[in-house]
């Protein structure tokens, strides 16, 4: 076991974990940070997909000794309230059926605007490549994007 400081959604964390504990159950099991999801386990469904200093990655394969004192934010630090654009976005397209996957979804797609406001359907497609939707909502997805991108 081991302490490690971490900063989660602009606050500081202080948790007793083994090093090898990946950032997903970190944030699950010792945080109470439940948002995001377990899918897979090994980082090819996107679930799990938090940011790491602004980069959708995946949390199920980031382990807590490699994050030190990077930036996490989580679908709960994203905004308080759900009124992030891309949040606002998917509710009004309807995007979520089952809803399990939005959360890695969401998280995708506010990375990838984040840094590419205005992204082609080619960079759409690359950035929320490995984020798994088993309802099919990626025509959803999309429009959801593209519907932020071009404000």
Do not use: F
């Amino acid at each position: 076991m081991a302490i490690y400081n971490l900063n989660i959604n602009g606050k500081d964390h202080k948790v007793d974990v083994d090093p090898a504990t990946p950032m997903l159950w970190v944030l699950r099991e010792h945080l109470n940070l439940a948002g995001t999801k377990y899918g897979c386990g090994i980082a090819q469904c996107g679930a799990c997909t938090i940011h790491l200093n602004g980069n959708a990655v995946r949390s199920c394969q980031l382990l807590v000794s490699a994050v030190r004192d990077q930036a996490i934010t989580t679908i709960e630090g994203l905004s308080e309230n759900g009124d992030h654009p891309v949040q606002k976005a998917w509710l009004a397209l309807d995007v979520a059926q089952c809803g399990y996957c939005q959360t890695g979804q969401i998280m995708s797609a506010s990375a990838l605007l984040e840094k590419n406001p205005h992204p082609s359907d080619e960079e759409i497609k690359a950035a929320m490549n490995g984020n798994i939707c088993r309802c099919g909502t990626y025509t959803r997805i999309k429009k959801a994007i593209k519907s932020i991108s071009k404000t």
